[in-house]
């Protein structure tokens, strides 16, 4: 393959060098668009025998090709994430589900954030049901992990957080008041606020010390 110096930089000609001398076929990544880092993914998914041409595409970084490469070479099905929407992260999140042998549909959404993505992940190891948690709109990242504290102690904070629009603070209050199993109507009000959460909190705290 005749290879026109001029249209690659030196980072990209030593790329191809690298392939010519392992005996590979350069012309997967022997193209202006990609840049070395791209063209050094798709070397390495030659080198190793998996099939490039799932991401050999310049719409693809290298950190993306990364991660459909590492897919590919441990054998996953990577046309879950091998898609342009996904940032690296994501594609991590969803590799690591797919190892797991977890139903990675559930949360291979590109909407969700890496983050919550690697929460949803743990739960799902741990065999909880997160399917309503990944539901547009997208509830922050701060009260789906809260949520899912909640869960660990008997408590479901998801109606709190999507139906009265409780705020993190609030979540939080209300889950270290389940937490130390102090129940009071009062604590399931929107109205109050973290102060008055807490002071309802003290002083059933103070009280219990009494008894």
Do not use: C
Request: no cysteine; net charge neutral; hydrophobic share 40%.
């Amino acid at each position: 393959m005749e290879i026109n110096k001029e249209l690659f930089s030196n980072a990209q000609l030593q790329q191809i060098e690298f392939g010519l001398e392992e005996g590979l076929d350069v012309s997967w990544y022997a193209k202006p668009e990609f840049s070395s880092w791209q063209m050094n993914e798709i070397r390495l998914g030659l080198q190793a025998g998996v099939d490039v041409s799932v991401y050999a595409k310049p719409e693809f970084n290298w950190k993306q090709m990364e991660e459909i490469r590492l897919g590919l070479k441990e054998g996953l099905d990577v046309s879950v994430y091998a898609k342009p929407d996904f940032n690296w992260g994501q594609m991590e999140q969803i590799r690591y589900g797919l190892k797991a042998g977890v139903d990675v549909s559930i949360y291979a959404k590109p909407y969700l954030t890496y983050n919550h993505m690697s929460l949803l992940l743990s739960a799902m190891r741990r065999g909880l049901d997160v399917r309503k948690y990944t539901e547009l709109p997208v509830m922050p990242y701060s009260h789906l992990e809260l949520i899912l504290k909640g869960i660990d102690y008997g408590i479901d904070l998801f109606p709190y957080s999507r139906k009265k629009k409780f705020n993190a603070k609030q979540l939080k209050a209300i889950l270290e008041a389940h937490k130390n199993e102090w129940e009071h109507p009062a604590l399931k009000e929107k109205k109050l606020s973290v102060k008055q959460i807490n002071l309802i909190m003290r002083m059933m705290k103070e009280y219990d010390g009494l008894l």
